[in-house]
Nanobody, 123 residues
Framework: QVQLVESGGGLVQPGGSLTLSCAASGFTIRTYAMGWFRQAPGKEREFVAAISWTGINTYYADSVKGRFTISRDNAKNTVYLQMNSLKPEDTAVYYC????????????????WGQGTQVTVSS
């Protein structure tokens, strides 16, 4: 059974940091591009970051560039999202996703999704 399970979300103050993890099971992420998306209440799901299957190429939404870092450990079948300098507008449910193709910013390019983890940035 294919699963992506996110963890590491929570409540953090503005300016703080969190690291999200996404553990895959039922398949190996080694040949998949991986991405992170987020969805705030009343808004559409939006692209956050993506990483190629080799880990060499990374891509970021302008809103998180310089603050977030995506990485992967294929041996652990896990993807990470390090989030620094968090802002209230980063509050959302964060989803991990896997794509058999090149890493992209459209949700339609990903065929496996996790259930999401809540990140709340508030004082």
């Amino acid at each position: 059974q294919v699963q992506l399970v996110e963890s590491g979300g929570g409540l953090v103050q503005p300016g703080g940091s969190l690291t999200l993890s996404c553990a895959a099971s039922g398949f190996t992420i080694r040949t998949y591009a991986m991405g992170w998306f987020r969805q705030a209440p009343g808004k559409e799901r939006e692209f956050v970051a993506a990483i190629s299957w080799t880990g060499i190429n990374t891509y970021y939404a302008d809103s998180v560039k310089g603050r977030f870092t995506i990485s992967r450990d294929n041996a652990k079948n896990t993807v990470y999202l390090q989030m620094n300098s968090l802002k209230p507008e980063d509050t959302a449910v964060y989803y991990c996703a896997a794509s058999p193709g090149t890493p992209g910013s459209l949700p339609s390019g990903y065929n496996y999704w996790g259930q999401g983890t809540q990140v709340t940035v508030s004082s």
